[in-house]
């Protein structure tokens, strides 16, 4: 049985370095939404505006590495329950074990790691503004047992 790791938190919680650093422990390939973006950039598309055709690309990627029996950690924010139930969805049709791995970082923690990101053009590396990841915080959707399988908070 595959199975897929949502990261879930704010922005600057962490999750794509614990992706990174946990991926090859857990047999796991990272499909990542800032990588998605940063190829509709790369193919001159401003992607800022794009998160339906963002998840909709990696909703089906996630199916085909589901179809080939693959692990799969999926890095993006899933602050809310309805920005994760597709993917959800998309799990659970091909049997896979789903499990959240919530990064519980105290919002100015997350605010304070924010403004050290390097900037730039690439996504993930880019400083989010902070009124939008405090609205992010403000509006965060704990996962719970029953959406998942299993809540890992880290």
Excluded at 88 to 116: C, F, M, S
Aim: no cysteine; aromatic share 8%.
């Amino acid at each position: 049985m595959s199975v897929v790791y949502f990261m879930i938190g704010v922005q600057g919680s962490g999750k794509s370095t614990w992706a990174r650093a946990n991926a090859r422990r857990l047999r796991a390939k990272i499909l990542s939404s800032d990588a998605v973006r940063n190829e509709l950039e790369a193919q001159g598309i401003d992607a800022t505006n794009e998160s339906d055709r963002v998840f909709a690309i990696l909703e089906e990627r996630l199916g085909a590495m589901l179809k080939r029996g693959r692990n799969v950690i999926v890095d993006a924010t899933h602050a809310r329950r309805r920005w994760r139930e597709r993917e959800l969805v998309v799990a659970r049709t091909y049997g896979a074990k789903v499990i959240a791995v919530w990064l519980d970082v105290p919002l100015p923690l997350a605010l304070e790691r924010n403004q050290h990101k390097p900037g730039g053009k690439l996504w993930g590396e880019r400083v989010v503004p902070e009124e939008v990841l405090r609205g992010v915080s403000r509006k965060f959707e704990l996962p719970e047992v029953g959406e998942f399988d299993e809540v890992w908070k880290m």
